[in-house]
Every structure is written in structure tokens, then in C-alpha cells.
């Protein structure tokens, strides 16, 4: 029985958008055998909260995050990124349990591209997920998770780091 | 050294010389220069008097002044190291550097410890944890069921309390972060590192200015 989510404010779906069923996926067997990594307490709040994130200080503009939250299931999120690399034209390096590795075609100003996305489980349908560059320029990676990453993202997206952080 | 005789140079209380600061801290002396550029801005955000207030904080890190925050409450009151209300220039350095990149990693950890232990106690106690989640949910605008909470905390103090005792202790923090590096990851600032350039000090104009209240 799925416990139903709300967020203050917004009407967002009950559940994940996508229909686990309608996911195919070569590794869906191996992923429902275990859910992904205990994320724990400490390390939810250590990334997610804008409080404990002291880089505000330095920055003049609001951080891009490079982790998001989600109450879809391990296996769809990573069935989602694969979509998300394929139709940017990032070829997935290695894709092993939860964690994946893409990469750009095209070289880059220092490089190619190289970014790897980690699924984690806070809870039951509570998933984080974060992006890191393991390749390339940083203002191509940056451009990479807001310009394509994130409005292609969107239907799996629950919250994003440091999002909603300017509502009193 | 400088163009000014000392004695007519006034700072705000809790300045401390950048020479004495770089001496007892991870800092260069320019980059203590640097610090205070950047303590200037923060300081004088909202009243212009040489200290950092909670509002003043709130602002620098959320760009609104009103925002309250456990998280931001906790980096308040660990850096008003004199328990005074505001964070002077020699307490912001001085804090600032445990999260610079070469500080000691012992360090980093026990100033964890100390965020976490909200009410002091020497402990990480359940509810203080459970507190916290809950939180950062609400920072982040989503709500969780009190089960789903509940499950969270749980798992986490299962990792945690090593010793089953119903809290964690500085023992079983820094065994849990030796499994667990990452939690400790946002203990490092790496712009700390490049702080010379983002905000130039001239050796000159900093000792000629006067921080007048």
C-alpha cells in the first residue's frame, strides 16, 4: 500500500508519474532483487540542507543543485537517466546497480563530458540522487544539469537541492 | 608596518590582527586579508557596525533575512564562539578555519559532532535527529508521514549507535564517519582555498582603512 505524499503548496501526483511496469530495463531484475544504498539521516540533511552549505557565502547567485529527491523507484530513475543521456547524446560508459556513468560525444572545452549519476534510498519511495562530473569543464557540466539535465528530469523530480530555500 | 600609527586605527571588537589569525589558523595572511573583505560585506549586510548578526547570516545564506533555520541556527551559535549574539571577525576566521581543505579531518569531525548535538549534551540523541530530519524537510517545502520519518531515523541511529545505548556519542560519530567520509563532506569549503582571488586584498588599503563604528 503506497502512503500518499503531499507537498505543501503544490499539487504534485500521488506516486511516480511513470509507471514502474512500463519501464523495460535489462538490469530491472537484478535492481528489484535490492533497493538501492541506505542514505542516511545525516547524509540527507548534510546534502540537502542550504544551512549547513557555507559555499552561500562565497557564491553570488544561487547554487545549481547536482542532487535531487525523488519517490519514484530505484530501478525507473535509472531506466529514466539512461533516456535522459540518449537523448542528449551521452553515451552511458558503464551503468552497474545504481550508479551510471555517461558520457558527451563531442569534446568539450576540456574534454569530454563525463558525468555519473548515484541513486540512493532515504526511505520506502524516497530516493536521492546525485550527479557529479567525473570528466570535463565544470561550466559545461553546470549548463549540462540546468539547461538539459533538470527540465528533462522533471517527472521524476521531487525536490531539488537548495531549492525553496528563499520562501520564508 | 603600515601608514597609520596603531593607536588611531579603531576596530570593532573581536578583531584580531590578520598576522595573529594566520598564526593560529589553516590561513595565510592574505587570505585572512581576504576573509576580512568578505566579513566586511557579510557584516554590514543589514547594520553596518563590523559584526555578523543571525538576520545578517540569514541573509548571506539565503538571500532573505527572515528565513529562520535550525541548520543556519546551529553554524550561528558555533561560530559566536563567546556566546555574545554576533559573530565577530576573529570568531568567523577562526571557524571558517576547520573548513578549509588542509585542516585536520579530527577537527572537521568533532565540529560535526557539535552542529548535530543540538542542546549540547555531549550526545546526538534520537530526538535531536528526528528533529533535524523533520527540519529539513520543511526547508526543503516537502512533507514526510510521521512512519516514514520514523523509518529514516530508525535505520540511520541502527548504522549510528554502535554501542545500542539510545544516543550517539563523540566515540561512535567519529567510527560512523571513518565508514562513512561523505557525511562529513560539507565540512570542506574548497573556495576557502581560492579566497585570495575571488576577493583581492590589497595588503595597503587594509591597514589604511579605518573600521570606523
Redesign the interface.
Known sequence: MR????????TRSISCPILDDQVEDGQEIARTKSPPP?Y???????????????????ENK?KSGSLF?SKCSGSTIMATLETVAKTFNFRVVWSKGYKLKMEGESEGRKGKLAVTAEVYE???E?AVVEFSKAAGDTLEYKKFCEEDARPALKDIV??WQG?????? | MGCFPSKTRKHTPGYEEPTVLASETSFTVSEVEALFQLFRKLSSSIIDDGLINKEELQLALFRNRNKKNLFADRIFDLFDVKRNGVIEFGEFVRSLSIFHPDAPVSDKIEFAFRLYDLRQTGFIERDELKEMVVALLHESDLILSEDYIELIVDKTYTDADAKGDGRIDREEWKEFVSKNPSLIKNMTLPYLKDITLAFPSFVLQSEVQDFEM
Open positions: 502512503v500518499p505524499w503531499f507537498s505543501k503548496g503544490f541506505f542516511n539521516a545525516f547524509e540527507f540533511i548534510s546534502s540537502m540542507s542550504s544551512g549547513f552549505d557555507l559555499s552561500n557565502l562565497f544561487r529527491t532515504v526511505a520506502p524516497v521531487w525536490s531549492e525553496n530555500n528563499c520562501q520564508s
